[in-house]
């Protein structure tokens, strides 16, 4: 996921939150802890690292039938 992809996503996130908050269907507690939880999820910095990244390796600069 991009970083510009979870930044949306968190803001998304946060307004779906504080538009529960104001309408009453969330205590100020659970909107607490619900953007507490969106920091864990969506804010980028965090140490995950790509394990399907592309690996170059550098290949014999002699062309295999001139050996």
């Not at 999820?41 to 001139?66: C, D, H, I, N, W």
Request: zero cysteines.
């Amino acid at each position: 996921m991009t970083t510009w992809t979870r930044g949306v996503l968190w803001m998304v996130w946060l307004a779906g939150v504080g538009w529960l908050w104001l309408g009453g269907s969330l205590g100020t507690g659970a909107a607490l802890a619900a953007a507490v939880l969106s920091l864990l999820l969506f804010v980028p910095g965090t140490s995950r690292r790509r394990r399907s990244g592309l690996q170059y390796v550098e290949m014999g600069k002699a062309p295999v039938g001139l050996l």
